[in-house]
């Protein structure tokens, strides 16, 4: 695992800095420089706590499943990951002896996975101790923080139930914090906020919500393939029509004109695919209001549906532009 990790080309090393470089806003040169500066600097890796609450380890499983594009390669090969309870190889009284010395230390790059319940510190106890409290203790000293994926930034599916599931947000007033929403995270943008804080010491632009604009900047609604579909009012209502093959899925629960993700550009699966390109409406996943809010997610018969359509029928969500 580690040979795999760590096994880059330089050719593939130069594709990645040219890409980051743009989506940070920096010349190749500084890039460069940023880079060699945060990968050199002491010798030592940055080190990481990966805590984990009420979550499914989904997000664990998006980041260690992503090969390409390199930049989980760099990333995984130059931080030390002091702390992580679905990969680590130590458990028990060393696994959270570990964690308590990493926390005195601080500076390390703080990560979050999972939801904090609210209602009742019983219905997430990690080590024996209230996970609540284990992620106030390790935002304190953090350098970082980073909610990673839906759970973690808003509450996600565990916001629905019965816990009083909140996101970090929510508990950790006095620093800011990078919401990566999605479910699960999208390794791109984990990876990317990494790389931002290496290499200037600062947490990316961020929207209203907490957001990387980098990434949440722009409605999925807008770079849709079956946006004119939409437009025209062909939504589908039959799998079995294949004229129906590739039009709008609105009827079918999809939230696309009311979230904010780059994941119809940016795409998963090492860009190959993604949730409406596999005939599955958008989820909303990306949007504070998921799981909840969005539902249900696979009809239109939702108030979050209802509302998209009278602002469609209201003029509010008017057809795109044609180029010619």
């Known amino acids: ?11 593939d090393f130069m594709k990645y800095c040219a890409g980051a470089a743009a ?17 050199a600097s002491a010798g030592s890796k940055p080190p990481v706590i990966w805590l984990e609450g009420q979550d499914c380890a989904g997000c664990t499983v998006s980041l260690a499943g992503a090969l390409n594009p390199p930049a989980a390669s760099i990333i995984l090969d130059k931080l030390s990951i002091r702390y992580h309870e679905t990969v680590m190889a130590s458990s028990g009284y060393l696994a959270e002896a570990t964690l308590e010395d990493t926390i005195k230390q601080g500076g390390y790059v703080l990560c979050v996975e999972g939801s904090i319940p609210m ?10 101790r209230p996970f609540r409290q284990t992620v106030l203790e390790a935002a304190e000293k953090a350098g970082a923080i980073i909610a990673v994926g839906a759970c973690a930034a808003y509450g996600g599916i565990p916001a629905a139930g019965p816990t009083g599931a909140v996101g970090v947000q929510k ?3 006095d620093k800011p914090i990078i919401n990566l929403p999605t479910c699960p995270v999208h390794t791109d943008h984990l990876v990317g906020s990494i790389l931002y804080f290496l290499t200037t010491g600062g947490v990316p632009p961020l929207d209203d919500k907490g957001r990387p604009k980098m990434y949440f900047g722009e409605l999925l609604h807008d770079n849709c393939r079956r946006r ?11 799998w079995n029509d294949p ?3 590739n039009w709008c899925l609105y009827k079918k629960g999809c939230k696309g004109p009311d979230t904010y993700a780059d994941c119809a550009v940016r795409r998963w699966n090492d860009g190959q695919n ?3 390109d596999c005939g599955a409406g958008c989820m909303g996943c990306a949007e504070p209001e998921f799981y909840g809010g969005m539902a249900p997610l696979y009809t239109a018969e939702g108030e979050r549906s209802r509302n998209i359509m009278a602002r469609k029928k209201a003029g509010l969500i008017p057809p795109l532009k044609s180029e010619a």
């Open 1 to 11: 695992m580690n040979k795999l990790w760590s096994d880059i080309s330089r050719r």
């Open 23 to 39: 989506v940070l806003g920096l010349s190749e040169l500084e890039f460069f420089e940023k880079v060699s500066e945060a990968m």
């Open 119 to 128: 209602a009742d510190d019983r219905f997430c106890m990690i080590g024996g």
């Open 171 to 173: 508990i950790v007033k």
């Open 228 to 238: 004119s579909y939409f437009d025209n009012e062909m939504f589908l209502t039959d």
């Open 243 to 245: 004229e129906q093959k």
């Open 274 to 276: 993604f949730c409406i």
